[in-house]
């Protein structure tokens, strides 16, 4: 596993953190799936050691020392390796992905796509931002022009069909998760938790702060892949007017907006 | 009117009730749970007594209610699940059974009265066909993904079927239906056990949860004794399977299902063996359920079982013949014996 760097486990140990960590381990899920661990906390390196691996596995999946692997899930820190027990064990797929991972490919990394996302920061649209304005010291304008202060990264993509983690937002703008989750966060809801923001792209319970909504479709079945972002992407938020909402709102029920046009060419 | 091309018309769909199949593969690095039925052997019965492919769309009926009537032409359909159920014709209403070909005329109606003791029943419908979303029909609510329309069943719904689908092929019947276990749930510790003392994995198994009322296609709310974390309750969000245990902080445990998120934050203390996870999703709210644990090892050795024992269960399906049933059980029995050697080398020692 030298082709890898892995954080040094040792450095900066927190007497917070449950679990002190040797990185890379694996973990069972049950007898159908294994999770390779290789680290317990953002970081661009262990992210990058993920995104390395899932790179060098695509393509190898369900054939050869990986026959009986379903997929395989990439998240901050790990890939899940999802199999049927029938047809391979967990012993023969880890001795397959530890092949791969001995042995990456020198693939191309695609250079990260920008996208420049229109998010509307009226209060109806935002039912979070005032409070969470109070609650980090600064007004809703200094919140608003903060959070569309920055580029994000697109760090994971999982949790519902489109939904991007993106990171890391700047310390002075983090605050926890709501106690107790809401039961119906509006699509298109704009949300920050912890070091992170994103956006719910359907529906759903939900315990981030909503403070904005963004009008873009992030998921379409019909497009391959079909999620609009991509891990590693770049995005950031251009706040919109409450009436350009409506017209984008308008386009997007009738079917007429293309998530395609809000890619940055000129970052 | 056998050329006329049968529809299907949802006159209720009971509690809840959707179109899955075996679930949608390879999509959850973008957000996109399996979906797909919760008890996939009763699909694969169902959808054999309805003389359709093993692994057909069928409609999955969660605690009953469920009512369909043909239109317009024959619908041949077939009912796997414990459940009361009746025909209304105009001749009024007529007890029938699951676990065998049924075949509507049209204006004739079939409704699941009652669940016996569980919550699902799959309902096979020779002719059903939706569209491939992302490789599956399987409807997933939340983003509008497969079914007939995206979304779960509603009353009024006219669906056509393919043509022909309602009389072709002997009707068939089960000459045994699946064994009924209350063993205990099964499960292999982790990923995330390391999270909780030894005492809250002791207690884990040691006293007996009840289902909640939140217990859906997501998952299963269960309330009993608070299980206690070592120290943080959170952690930095990881991929989730079907049968993951998550135990947020205020220790009541939640058991994710085929519609659940596929990444979460909670630590999993445990997850649910394949072989019983259906079991576990058949469970009405307010049943009480107790928790085994078992090595990796153990839990690939019960899914071996638990496909044997579907293909035995396949295997004992038989054609109505002139004589009535046909029923060759040495037939089916030597039939099991081998798909249980095939599917085990090496165990006929043990």
């Known amino acids: 596993m030298a082709s890898f760097s892995f954080p040094d486990p040792s450095a900066g140990e927190d007497p917070a953190r449950s679990i002190p960590g040797t990185f890379p381990r694996w973990r069972a899920l049950g007898e159908a799936a294994l999770t390779l661990e290789l680290g317990d906390e ?6 990058a050691a993920v995104q390395a691996i899932d790179r060098a596995l695509s393509g190898r999946l369900g054939v050869g020392p990986l026959t009986g692997v379903i997929e395989v899930v990439p998240t901050f820190r790990s890939l899940t390796v999802i199999f049927d027990p029938l047809l391979t064990s967990g012993d023969q797929v880890a001795k397959g992905v530890e092949a791969v991972m001995d042995r990456p490919e020198d693939g191309e990394v695609e250079p990260p796509r920008h996208w420049s996302l229109p998010v ?3 209060p109806t649209l935002a039912p979070d931002l005032i409070e969470t304005a109070q609650r980090l010291g600064i007004s809703a304008a200094e919140l608003v022009r903060a959070h569309c202060g920055q580029a994000y990264e697109v760090l ?3 949790f519902l069909p489109g939904f991007p983690f993106l990171g890391e937002l700047a310390p002075s703008l983090q605050l926890p998760r709501w106690a107790t989750p809401r039961v119906r966060v509006p699509p298109g809801s704009v949300a920050v938790a912890g070091a992170m923001t994103a956006i719910y792209p359907w529906e759903s319970p939900g315990g981030w702060h909503l403070i904005g909504n963004c009008p873009v479709p992030l998921f379409d079945a019909r497009h391959s892949p079909p999620a609009l972002l ?3 992407d770049r995005v950031t938020f251009r ?13 997007r029920q009738g079917g007429d907006l293309d998530g395609a046009r809000f890619l940055d060419s000129a970052a | 009117m056998t050329s006329e091309r049968p529809v299907l018309e949802v006159v209720s769909p009971g509690a809840y009730a959707t179109i899955q199949d075996l679930g949608r593969r390879g999509f959850r690095r973008h957000g996109v749970p399996w979906s797909g039925a919760l008890d996939s052997r009763l699909l694969r019965i169902a959808n054999a007594l309805a003389g359709c492919p093993e692994t057909a769309p069928v409609i999955e009926a969660f605690d009953g209610g469920l009512h369909l009537t043909a239109r317009e032409g024959l619908v041949r359909l077939a009912v796997a699940g414990r459940v009361e159920m009746e025909r209304l014709g105009p001749d009024g209403a007529r007890t029938e059974r699951p676990w065998e070909t049924l075949t509507l005329l049209p204006g004739e109606s079939l409704r699941i009265r009652r669940m016996v003791g569980g919550r699902l029943a799959m309902v096979a419908v020779a002719g059903l066909s939706c569209p491939q979303v992302l490789g599956s029909a399987a409807t997933y609510g939340r983003a509008g993904l497969g079914g007939w329309d995206g979304g779960p069943l509603r009353g009024g719904q006219r ?6 689908g309602g009389k072709s092929g002997p009707a068939l019947r089960m000459l045994r239906t699946p064994q009924r276990l209350t063993d205990p749930i099964r499960v292999v510790f982790g990923p995330q056990d390391d999270y909780f003392p030894a005492e809250t994995l002791a ?3 040691a006293q007996p949860y009840r289902i909640g009322q939140d217990a859906d296609r997501m998952g299963i709310r269960l309330a009993g004794p608070s299980l206690r974390h070592r120290g943080a309750t959170e952690m930095l969000s990881d991929a989730i399977v079907p049968g993951a245990i998550q135990v947020p902080g205020n220790g009541q445990p939640v058991v994710l299902l085929a519609d659940a998120q596929t990444a979460g934050g909670y630590p999993k203390i445990a997850t649910v063996i394949g072989a019983d996870l259906a079991r576990l999703a058949d469970l009405p709210v307010g049943s009480p359920v107790r928790f085994g644990a078992v090595s990796v090892e153990a839990a690939v050795s019960l899914a071996r079982e638990a496909e044997a024992e579907t293909q035995a269960l396949l295997a004992a399906i038989r054609g109505e013949t002139d004589g009535g049933w046909d029923e060759p059980a040495l037939y089916a029995a030597n039939l099991v014996g081998g798909v249980v ?10």
């Open chain 1, 42 to 47: 953002l970081s661009p390196a262990v992210r």
């Open chain 1, 120 to 122: 509307c920061y009226e």
């Open chain 1, 156 to 158: 994971m993509l999982g």
């Open chain 1, 230 to 232: 991509q891990v590693g």
């Open chain 1, 239 to 251: 706040p919109i007017s409450i009436d350009e909402f409506a017209q984008l709102e308008t386009a």
């Open chain 2, 159 to 164: 669906w056509p079927l393919a043509p022909a």
């Open chain 2, 203 to 205: 207690s884990f198994l």
């Open chain 2, 341 to 350: 050697d095939a599917l085990r080398p090496g165990s006929e020692e043990g």
